[in-house]
């Protein structure tokens, strides 16, 4: 589970929610993203960037699993953004959120202002990039995007795509069942999860904006891993998460089934 906060207060239980779900091997199953985009207020960015960096640097990030969304390359705020961000706290950065992605041209732009900037601040590091997808240009490209390096994950920005259309898909399908339905958003998140998978990265699923509803999100991360292929799905409020977490495990017959194959397998000595 991706999780989204936008101001210092959600950010701070984010972490502690953060902690309730280690995994054995000592990572978390639900990443941070600190939003510097949509969820943060106008005109208070260079506020909200300066509390990022204490948070990024802060003990309670005690994972490292924290990543930040920066506003759009085509916003003069961007590169403000990652030069803030690298410049306080460059070396603890789990991943940039870039949205609006529409070409690799663009991303690997952004890459280089990344890399310039981490070089300027003496950081021997790769930050790894998770590109939102949002409009029908990113839809065509999607195979370049999904083979840079320096993607991990593609994230499908459900109600920007549906926006940018102008009306052309009708707003009740931002959530369910319409946006498992309609044919044209069937389609593109199938493209998403297709190219995530067939690059060895992450197909990252739109949130459920039915935030009275937690028991929505998980019958929508179901849907979405179970149909489509998606392995992580973004939530945007704290009951979500057990809920998205859930619906994106395998089942208990699944894990018995693994569990007998891999026994069977060792004791005849992998043969």
């Not at 916003?75 to 961000?85: F, G, N, T, V």
């Amino acid at each position: 589970c991706e999780h989204i906060a936008g101001n210092e207060k959600f950010a701070r239980k984010a972490f502690e929610l953060q902690e309730r779900y280690v995994h054995p091997d000592g990572t978390s199953l639900v990443d941070i993203t600190l939003d510097l985009e949509d969820g943060a207020p106008v005109g208070n960015e260079e506020s909200l960037r300066k509390a990022f960096v204490s948070l990024i640097n802060a003990p309670e990030n005690r994972l490292r699993q924290a990543g930040v969304r920066v506003h759009a390359p085509t916003s003069s705020l961007c590169e403000k953004d990652i030069e803030a961000l690298i410049q306080g706290a460059g070396a603890r950065i789990a991943y940039i959120t870039i949205p609006k992605v529409t070409n690799a041209r663009g991303v690997q732009w952004i890459e280089g202002v990344i890399s310039h900037y981490l070089a300027r601040a003496g950081i021997e590091r790769k930050i790894p990039l998770h590109l939102l997808i949002e409009t029908p240009d990113a839809i065509k490209n999607i195979e370049e995007l999904a083979q840079l390096p320096c993607v991990r994950s593609l994230d499908f920005g459900l109600m920007d795509f549906i926006s940018h259309l102008g009306g052309a898909i009708s707003a009740d399908c931002m959530r369910s069942p319409g946006q498992f339905n309609h044919p044209l958003l069937r389609n593109v998140k199938e493209t998403i999860a297709l190219a995530a998978l067939r690059n060895n990265k992450i197909a990252n699923h739109n949130v459920t904006v039915e935030v009275r509803k937690p028991e929505q999100a998980y019958q929508d991360a179901f849907k979405a891993r179970h149909d489509f292929g998606f392995l992580r799905m973004w939530s945007i409020h704290p009951e979500q998460v057990p809920h998205i977490i859930r619906g994106m495990m395998p089942s208990a017959d699944e894990i018995r089934e693994a569990h007998e194959i891999l026994t069977a397998a060792r004791k005849a000595n992998w043969g």
